[in-house]
Every structure is written in structure tokens, then in C-alpha cells.
């Protein structure tokens, strides 16, 4: 007689399971959303890989590589806390449309001064000055904007979760297409695809359907305000905490993006192909990252993430570093592309879940400039250190510091998970009963 056969798992189950894993998709707003924005930042990351090939090829230098993510970045710095006011004060959408409509214009510069060969490297320091002006008010605004979109804060992680799945799945897209299309043609296309892919997020964010909000009357002035913002922020243990982290990783480890031409043309002996391939793998990593995210139902247990990531972010530095091999660094761009998603996304969902809403525009401008404020004096300091030492030494250097930053950090998690707990205890995150377990690392 057969053996009788094992019970399939039942179909619902695995249903409501995935159906739980893309909650967020529910709601219309966030589908549009997500339509628009996982077109155009295919664009923006071809642009990202066309802009740092670019200036490799007319310069044939580390330190100017460093100098235009620099001038790329640092408006972000300056302008974040002032951009968290305004973003807190105005309408988020309005605010994104015109940022949105601002960088369509800056991507078809780029592409006509490319395309018609008057490019400079001073006008490409100027218009990716301008790009980070742009992305002061951007980041926080879209990042700010993201629980608008959901209605429902339950959901808010998981709309997180996905927005990192659309980020690097255009992360894998477009560098790969960004260096088929510079070998096969110029810099320029990339430029000009870049600019036309915004017309759908613009167009996505004015076909939202939003509830009537009044206007909010802000007796307080903006510096009132920037004082209010920087006194939460620096006054809340796990917020602080996570964006001291971010802004170290920032500073050390994520400006290994600006080498990548070098490592592709002078370690990997390749071309425009190989930067493509190496940012591909990269986006392999985090996109892997980003669905595990996704498949999450809790923010619990997210605070040991972050740590363990800025270990493997940095483990995956130094074996790059030590790398000839072109699939060796392949890996290993893996593994860092991993490790680099793992620790943004579980941060970026501890702070939205923590934060109060009528400070989330300045709490998200101080997000973005621990993580993107902070990476042009990585730029300038990668750059600077790729020329004295070479860029595989320093790529193994910020791999140390990410280790000894995550090392820190989980130092620091019992003041962290003290503080969290009354929050996730009043959202429900928390059971009451569950309270013991938290003693035990359950946060």
C-alpha cells in the first residue's frame, strides 16, 4: 500500500501571506506612487553611473570624482534643516512636484550640453550643485509624504519596505542599462532618458487623491522651529543614535560609489560595461535586502539589524578591497549591497514608526543628512585618500570604520530599547504580556 501522501500547505494561507508581504499596494495613492517612481529612478541611476563615468573620462581623476559628488552633496548638508522646516509647513505633494519638475530640468541640461559636446567639468560641479539643492527638499519631503500615501501608520513599514524593493530594483536596471547605453553611444542618452522618466512621477503625484487638510497657522518662526527639530532629534536616544551611526557610515563607507569608475577601469582592467556590472550586483544585494524587508510583519527585533548590517556592509568593503578578481568582487559587491540596504531600510522604519507627525518633515531632513549630508566629506576624503593611497587601501579603511560604527551601536542598544519601549507599547507593537520578552533583546 502507497504511503500516504504529505498535506499541501494550504493556498489561502500562502495567499494572505503574499498579499501581506505587498499590504501596502492597497491603497491607490501608493500605487501611483510606486508606478511613477519605479520608472524614474531607473533614470535617476542611469544618470548616477553616465555623471561618474563622465568625469572619469574627461579627467582621469579620483580627486575630481570626489569633488562632484561633493558639490553634489554638501547642499544637502546646509540646507536639510531648513528644508525639514519648510517640508513641515507646506503641502508635502506641491512640495514634491516642484522638486520633481526641478530635476527634469537639471537632467535634460546635463543631457543637451553632453549630446551637443560642450560639457565642462565646471558646468557638471554646477548643475550637480543644483541636483543637491534639489534633494534637500526631496528626500524629506518624500520620505515625509510616505504615510500620507497609506492612510493606514499600520502599513507604513511595509510602504518602507517597498519603496527599498523599487530603489533597488531600478538599481539593478539602470546602471546595467546606463553602461550598455554609454558604451554603445554617449553619456548624453542617459542624461536625456533620465529627464523624460520624471514626467511619471510628476504625473503619478497629480493624479493622487488626497483628503482636504487644513492649513496648519505656525505661530513659531523657522528658526524656532530648526531649534524645535534639532532639540528633539538630539534629546531622543534611538533617533540619535541610529543617524550618529548613519552619519559615520556616510562619511566612510557609502562614498565608495565615487571610486567605482577606478576599480572598473584600473583593478578590473574593464570598461563601461564592468561599472555597470558592479553596480548591478550591488543592486542584486539590496534588492535582496529590500524583499526580506518587505516579507517582515513587525518592526520588532529591527534595532539588532542595524548593527549586524554595518558589519556586513564592512566585511564586504575590505574583501572588495583585497579583490582582483572580477566575480570575486562581484560577490562582494553583493554582500555590501546587502548589508548597506539592511541597515537604511530598518533604520528608516525606526525612526517613521517613532517619530511624532508634526515633526516628521525636520526628523526626516536630519535623516537625509545624516545619510546623504555627510557623504560629500566622504567624497572629498575618498577621493583625497584614493590618490595618496590608492583605492583599494581605502575602500579597506572604511570598511574598519563601518565595523567598529556597528560595534558602537550595539553597545548602545540597552539605552536605545529603554527609551523605544513606551513608544511601541502605545502603537500596539508591544503587547503588555510580551514586556519580559523584551528584556531579552525582543525589540
Known amino acids: 500500500m502507497a504511503a500516504p501522501s504529505q498535506p499541501s500547505p494550504p493556498t489561502g494561507a500562502a495567499a494572505r501571506d503574499f498579499s501581506h508581504a505587498w499590504r501596502a499596494l492597497r491603497h491607490r495613492n501608493f500605487r501611483l506612487f510606486f508606478g511613477g517612481q519605479s520608472i524614474s529612478l531607473i533614470g535617476t541611476w542611469m544618470t548616477r553611473i553616465a555623471t561618474s563615468w563622465l568625469v572619469y573620462r574627461l579627467t582621469h581623476s579620483a580627486l575630481l570624482l570626489g569633488a562632484v559628488g561633493f558639490a553634489g552633496q554638501i547642499p544637502t548638508f546646509l540646507l536639510a534643516p531648513l528644508a525639514g522646516v519648510i517640508v513641515d509647513r507646506m503641502d508635502r505633494r506641491k512640495v514634491l512636484v516642484w522638486t520633481q519638475t526641478l530635476a527634469m530640468v537639471q537632467s535634460f541640461a546635463l543631457a543637451w550640453l553632453t549630446l551637443t559636446h560642450r560639457i565642462t567639468i565646471l558646468e557638471i560641479l554646477l548643475l550637480s550643485a543644483m541636483q543637491g539643492i534639489i534633494n534637500a527638499f526631496d528626500m524629506p519631503g518624500r520620505q ?3 504615510v500620507k500615501m497609506v492612510g493606514d501608520r499600520a502599513d507604513l513599514s511595509n510602504a518602507i519596505a517597498i519603496n527599498s524593493s523599487m530603489v533597488n530594483t531600478a538599481r539593478l536596471i539602470g546602471p546595467s542599462l546606463a553602461g550598455l547605453l554609454i558604451a554603445a553611444t554617449s553619456e548624453g542618452w542617459c542624461f536625456l532618458v533620465d529627464g523624460v522618466s520624471y514626467i511619471a512621477v510628476i504625473a503619478s503625484l497629480l493624479m493622487m487623491r488626497l483628503p482636504m ?14 531649534r524645535e527639530g534639532w532639540s528633539y532629534v538630539a534629546g531622543f536616544a ?10 559615520l557610515l556616510s562619511l566612510m563607507g557609502w562614498p565608495f560609489m565615487v571610486l567605482m569608475p577606478m576599480f572598473a577601469a584600473q583593478v578590473l582592467h574593464g570598461g563601461p560595461h564592468t ?16 524583499l526580506a524587508m518587505v516579507a517582515r510583519r513587525s518592526v520588532r527585533g529591527l534595532t539588532r539589524m542595524i548593527p549586524i548590517a554595518a558589519l556586513a556592509f564592512g566585511l564586504g568593503l575590505i574583501a572588495f578591497g583585497l579583490s582582483r578578481s572580477f566575480w570575486l568582487s562581484m560577490l562582494m559587491m553583493l554582500l555590501t549591497g546587502f548589508g548597506m540596504m539592511q541597515g537604511l531600510t530598518a533604520s528608516n522604519t525606526i525612526i517613521q514608526t517613532l517619530v511624532e507627525e508634526k515633526m516628521r518633515g525636520r526628523v526626516m531632513s536630519y535623516y537625509t543628512m545624516a545619510f546623504v549630508g555627510m557623504a560629500p566629506f566622504g567624497s572629498l576624503l575618498a577621493g583625497a585618500l584614493a590618490h595618496a593611497i590608492g583605492a583599494p587601501r581605502t575602500v579597506i579603511v572604511s570598511g574598519a570604520a563601518c565595523i567598529l560604527g556597528g560595534a558602537w551601536f550595539w553597545s548602545r542598544l540597552p539605552a536605545v530599547r529603554r527609551e ?21 533583546g525582543e525589540s
Open 213 to 226: 487638510t487644513q492649513e496648519l497657522r505656525h505661530h513659531a518662526t523657522m528658526l524656532a522651529q530648526m
Open 275 to 290: 561599472l555597470g556590472f558592479l553596480m548591478g550586483a550591488v543592486g542584486v544585494g539590496s534588492l535582496t535586502s529590500a
Open 420 to 440: 523605544m519601549r513606551p513608544i511601541y507599547e502605545r502603537l500596539g507593537i508591544i503587547p503588555q504580556p510580551d514586556l519580559a520578552l523584551e528584556e531579552n
Open 238 to 247: 534611538p533617533i540619535r543614535t541610529i543617524l550618529l551611526l548613519f552619519a
Open 144 to 146: 515625509s509624504f510616505m
